[in-house]
């Protein structure tokens, strides 16, 4: 079972039983707004996320993530939602600033 809490969401929850997928693909099948400007395809940093804790329970960072953190796109503490995969456990995450979407209220 994974789990998902966007803590700037209001610790908005999502739990799946789904053994493997996308981060973003979790996110937007509960009906949640999720930037992702080049179509889920890890050609820019829109999707990324904040992690908070759990980053243990993602799968390794591919080459498309090692690309932006290498040009300083990505911090250590950062992923891409459409490259990253959430096998198992439980990850807390926050939506970055200048991904935030305007018509969406954000809490601390």
Not at 37 to 64: D, F
């Amino acid at each position: 079972m994974s789990r998902i809490v966007i803590e700037n969401l209001y610790n908005r929850t999502i739990d799946s039983e789904k053994s493997s997928g996308k981060v973003i693909e979790l996110i937007h099948e509960n009906g949640i707004d999720w930037m992702h400007a080049c179509g889920k395809k890890g050609r820019c940093t829109s999707c990324k996320m904040i992690v908070v804790s759990g980053m243990e329970n993602l799968s390794p960072p591919n080459e498309r993530e090692l690309f932006f953190r290498n040009q300083g796109r990505l911090k250590d503490n950062e992923r891409l939602c459409c490259q990253a995969e959430l096998p198992a456990g439980e990850l807390h995450i926050r939506v970055a600033e200048i991904n935030k979407f305007p018509h969406l209220e954000y809490s601390d």
